[in-house]
């Protein structure tokens, strides 16, 4: 019996981006090309409003390459009919020395136009390139917090960043081969016409073999990527479970690491089976497009046998026919291919574009009100909060005030709305309905910036900068002025970070990343510290402490809580103050205690008050209390 995979039991879903190779798959060469001109102009656009010198010199050295290799088929035509007309003579083959002389003139200015086209282009794609990631990592940079929680704006971000740049990159690169295959495909169709007007259709047959075989292992590719996606998507979710440092701890101690390795080669084999199929199709294709494009030459050359054999056309001109054929059957190929690349480069480019539009939309809006200082009331007006694509509200119809100088705690069960709830007040989410105000003020319409100065945040996971210890504490408010470091010696004490950063062995100026050499990794409790001192030394109006204690020792728990609890009355002004905890002791002299019920206030009051009314909270600090009550009973 084989074992049940631990990863993947049920179906990854089919990412919403993988549609576009969906669609590439299915779609036919004709809504490729009228797919075009669009993605030509979101490219040359782009281009031109980041160089517009550059993109114009690129334009002109492709078009004069384009023509160069026209005018040397032309050229060398002249030179056949020279030489050929009636056999070679010496006078002949002097009279012909200049149409010699042009054909090789345009093969040199042909190669040095080459150059010239590298050499632009080197300079205008990654100017280009930069332009966009730049656009798109000020774009995604700039958006309100709540994007981040939305899986499918990260989604976008993800591949727009990533597919999107990488579009524009090739793109260039495509329209660029587009251009110099047109034209000179143009040029060999035109030199075929002009020899005789029969050729030029004939050519194009031979041609057409090659481009539909090129057009169809394209598909095959997109299909394949398609029937794949989802695996691969597995393999690495599998690779990061049985290699990632996160869940080495784990791994390990619960022996998972051989179980890992036998579901990633599972993955991995019928992967491999899968590349191994579609590489045998393609040859397959390529095979029949070769043989194809073979009759077709073998018709072309049947037909300028017969234009040949009836007179209708020169013996000399021939070899300029074949010269022709060749011409227009590579640079048909190749335009073939660049027009199925930019087709789905056309998809991709869309990401680029929807993620600059979504993230627009996803910026806060400018306003020039600012936020009030300190504020001296935070308001709830029927507030009601959900997640992106969450059916159920986090938070419903909360209804309640905050006063300056207040230290106001939240509790509640697991996953009762106490971080969204605390999100809310500060303004880092905007309510679904109802309005949070600031002393009046709604705060979706004040500068967004403005009331973030005024909050500091202590996180249960406090994030860890990699940047040195003093630069871990100061990194929330940076231009502080402390010269005398009165500032700095509060935070770091009342957090207790100062014992943490005495153990560092370069002090304050430990560097605190692992990647970094002489770096120093901290422990979950070292790192709450952290981000205490962090929040105190921001020296905010509105302070929001959620959890900050759940990963220290008693002793710096109990300190921690008597700076929180005394943060209020900091120095000469009132602080506000928001304490989300589990640990009913710690809160007990707050002045408002707030009880959430699945996203509902069900109770509010002080301790006393709650306790005396009865209900959720003492029920709550009953159960935290008795095996206490209980130790000190046996005691006596
Ligand atoms: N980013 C998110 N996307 C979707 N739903 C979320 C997200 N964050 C939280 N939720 C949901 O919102 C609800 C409230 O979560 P919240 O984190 O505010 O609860 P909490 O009271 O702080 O929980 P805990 O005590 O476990 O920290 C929960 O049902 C949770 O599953």
Redesign the pocket.
């Known amino acids: 019996m084989t074992a049940q995979p631990l990863i993947g039991v049920a179906d990854i879903a089919t990412p919403r981006w993988a549609a576009v190779d969906a669609k590439v798959a299915k779609a036919g060469f004709r809504k490729a090309l009228a797919s075009l001109p669009r993605a030509v102009a979101v490219v040359l656009r782009l281009a031109w409003a980041t160089s517009p010198g550059l993109t114009a010199l690129a334009g002109v050295v492709h078009v004069v390459s384009g023509c160069v290799t026209a005018f040397g088929l032309l050229a060398t035509a002249d030179v056949f009919t020279a030489l050929l007309q009636q056999g070679p003579t010496p006078e002949r083959v002097v009279e012909s020395l200049p149409a010699i002389a042009v054909v090789v003139g345009s093969y040199a200015l042909r190669a040095l136009l080459d150059a010239a086209v590298a050499a632009v282009e080197g300079a205008l794609r990654p100017r280009v390139t930069r332009a966009a990631d730049d656009e798109v990592t000020a774009a995604v940079v700039g958006v309100e917090l709540l994007a981040f ?1 939305d899986a499918d704006f990260r989604e976008l971000a993800r591949q727009g960043a990533r597919q999107g740049i990488r579009s524009i990159d090739t793109s260039l690169r495509e329209i660029a081969a587009l251009v110099s295959s047109g034209i000179a495909l143009i040029a060999a169709l035109v030199t075929a016409a002009v020899l005789n007007p029969w050729l030029a259709p004939v050519l194009l047959l031979a041609a057409l073999a090659d481009g539909w075989a090129s057009a169809r292992v394209a598909k095959m590719n997109y299909q394949h990527f398609l029937d794949t996606v989802t695996r691969n998507m597995r393999k690495s979710v599998i690779e990061e479970a049985a290699t990632y440092r996160d869940l080495a701890l784990e791994r390990h101690a619960l022996t998972l690491q051989d179980r890992l390795l036998g579901e990633y080669r599972r993955v991995a084999a019928s992967l491999m089976d899968d590349d191994i199929r579609l590489a045998h199709r393609s040859n397959l294709v390529r095979l029949a497009g070769r043989a194809a494009a073979g009759v077709g030459t073998g018709a072309a050359y049947v037909v300028l046998g017969l234009l040949l054999y009836t007179q209708a056309m020169e013996l000399a001109l021939a070899g300029t026919a074949v010269l022709a054929m060749r011409t227009a059957s590579q640079s048909l190929s190749q335009t073939t291919r660049a027009v199925n690349l930019l087709y789905e480069d056309s998809f991709h480019l869309d990401f680029y574009r929807k993620l600059l539009a979504e993230a627009a939309q996803r910026r806060a809006p400018s306003s020039a009100i600012t936020a009030p200082e300190d504020p001296a009331e935070i308001r709830l007006h029927d507030v009601t909060f959900s ?1 992106p694509g ?1 059916p159920e509200p ?1 938070l419903t119809g909360l209804n309640f005030t905050i006063r300056r100088g207040e230290v106001v705690a939240l509790v ?10 605390g999100k809310l007040i500060t303004g880092l989410y905007p309510p679904t309905e109802g309005v949070v105000t600031w002393d009046g003020a709604d705060l979706t319409t004040l500068d967004r910036r403005s009331v973030h100065e005024q909050i500091a945040v202590i996180a ?1 996971h406090p994030a860890e900068w990699p940047m040195t210890a003093r630069n871990n504490v100061t990194v929330g408010r940076v231009d502080r002025d402390d010269p005398e470091g009165a500032a700095w010696r509060h935070a770091v004490g009342r957090s207790g970070v100062d014992e943490v950063i005495d153990g560092l062995p370069r002090g304050e100026d430990t560097v605190l990343s692992k990647k970094f050499n002489d770096g120093q990794d901290l422990s979950g409790g070292q790192w709450q510290r952290m981000g205490i001192a962090r929040g105190i030394y921001r020296d905010a109006a509105v302070l929001v402490a ?2 900050p204690t759940a990963a220290l020792d008693a002793r710096a728990e109990a300190r921690v809580f008597a700076a929180l609890n005394s943060a209020s009355l900091d120095g000469d002004r009132r602080r506000t103050t928001i304490l ?1 905890t ?1 640990r009913l002791a710690n809160i007990r002299t707050a002045d408002r205690i707030l009880v ?1 019920e699945r ?1 509902r206030l069900v109770q509010q009051g002080t301790h006393d008050e709650l306790m005396a009314r009865g209900g959720a909270y003492r029920d709550l600090y009953e159960i935290q209390a008795r095996p206490y009550r209980a130790g000190e009973a046996q005691a006596v």
């Open positions: 929680d997640y969450q986090a509640g069960e697991n996953g009762s709305g106490k971080t969204t709830l249960q959620d959890e989300v589990h959430l996203g």
